[in-house]
Nanobody
Framework: QGQLVETGGGSVQAGGSLRLSCVSS????????WGWFRQAPGKEREWIGN??????????RDSVKDQDRFTISQDSPKKTLYLQMNGLKPEDSGVYYC???????????????WGQGTQVTVSS
């Protein structure tokens, strides 16, 4: 599936916003889960939401855990998945990963290709 590279993390105060990007080195052949996960220290990797590779319709089949604050979109020609996060809270802090996989999109075990992660720190 190639490589995934996340960017856009950083430190913000509570209530702030960040947009994370995930660039894939290759176009996916077929339809796969393309998801965002978060991992806080000492905790398991947590599903945030997902889109699907090859889906040129923005947010057409997205599923997002916290839709009031987070939005997933993709730019298919740029092979890029985005995670827009608004109203950030300290509990949103952690390393954010994007990944591509198949099967149950809510499970981290379904994903075979992972990025290196980008750190998000939200201070109160």
């Amino acid at each position: 599936q190639g490589q995934l590279v996340e960017t856009g993390g950083g430190s913000v105060q509570a209530g702030g916003s960040l947009r994370l990007s995930c660039v894939s080195s290759e176009y996916a052949v077929g339809t796969y889960c393309w998801g965002w996960f978060r991992q806080a220290p000492g905790k398991e990797r947590e599903w945030i939401g997902n889109s699907f590779t090859g889906d040129g319709k923005r947010n057409s089949r997205d599923s997002v855990k916290d839709q009031d604050r987070f939005t997933i979109s993709q730019d298919s020609p740029k092979k890029t998945l985005y995670l827009q996060m608004n109203g950030l809270k300290p509990e949103d802090s952690g390393v954010y990963y994007c990944a591509i996989g198949s099967g149950n999109c809510y499970r981290a075990s379904s994903y075979k290709t992972w990025g290196q992660g980008t750190q998000v720190t939200v201070s109160s």
